[in-house]
């Protein structure tokens, strides 16, 4: 059978490591299902690990989407507007970098506008290519702001996202009901307390 030639992809800022081609990753989930216990060539799992390669392929295609290409885009006529410009409910499917395991929940971003503006469908996608990583929930918290910030010069960027962890609903501690809420606010909202607490009841509102 042929394979596609191997393609580096990013895996920390110092090292990079040659993407497996597609049959290795098939034979990865084959092993998996063998040592759950299972038998890979039985009829219900015959496809199965097809069926995950392409659904690790929507899962992750963040890692081959540039946030910085989504927020290039910009307007200069605000017409005068000057306040915070807010999306609430921004739904996050993720991959702890632990477990591997689901996190799903919502994110709601602001920023102050400075000079430049940005199609809110931008930032909803920022949010989407960072979540579609393995990583942890503060990290998307601060990959969030941080290419807001790099890439509009905005007067200030407020994120919060609250998000359920299935690693720790379906296995080892088993607490359901459990969310976990990170933030971080630069600029204008880090300084001014009262657009903090205004950002925080127009997002959780």
């Known amino acids: 059978m ?4 191997a393609k580096p992809v990013l895996v920390t800022e110092e090292t990079a490591v040659a993407r497996p081609s597609r049959e290795q990753a098939l034979e990865a989930v084959r092993t998996l299902i063998a040592w759950a216990g299972d038998d ?3 009829p219900g799992l015959i496809d199965t690990p097809k069926r995950v390669v392409d659904a690790y392929g929507e899962w992750f295609d963040g890692y081959d989407a540039d946030a910085g290409k989504e927020l290039s885009r910009t307007f200069e006529d605000v017409t005068g507007y000057d306040d915070m410009v807010i ?3 921004i739904e996050i499917e993720s991959h702890c970098e632990h477990h591997m395991a689901p ?3 919502k994110a709601y ?3 102050l506008p400075g000079e430049k503006v940005v199609g809110i469908s931008k930032l909803a996608r920022v949010v989407e290519i960072f979540a579609r990583r393995l990583q942890n ?3 998307l918290t601060n990959d969030i702001i941080e290419a807001i910030e790099s890439h509009l010069q905005p007067r200030g960027v407020a994120v919060l996202v609250d998000a359920a962890h299935q690693c720790m609903t379906t296995r080892g501690v088993h607490h359901r009901h ?3 809420i990170t933030t971080r606010f630069t600029g204008a909202f880090k300084n001014d307390p009262a657009l903090t607490e205004r950002f925080l009841k127009l997002a959780r509102g």
Request: proline letters at 9%.
């Open 178 to 180: 459990v969310t976990t």
């Open 103 to 105: 996190f799903l929940g």
């Open 40 to 42: 890979p060539t039985r």
């Open 2 to 5: 042929s394979t596609s030639p």
């Open 109 to 111: 971003v602001a920023y």
């Open 87 to 89: 999306l609430r409910d």
């Open 137 to 139: 929930q503060e990290t």
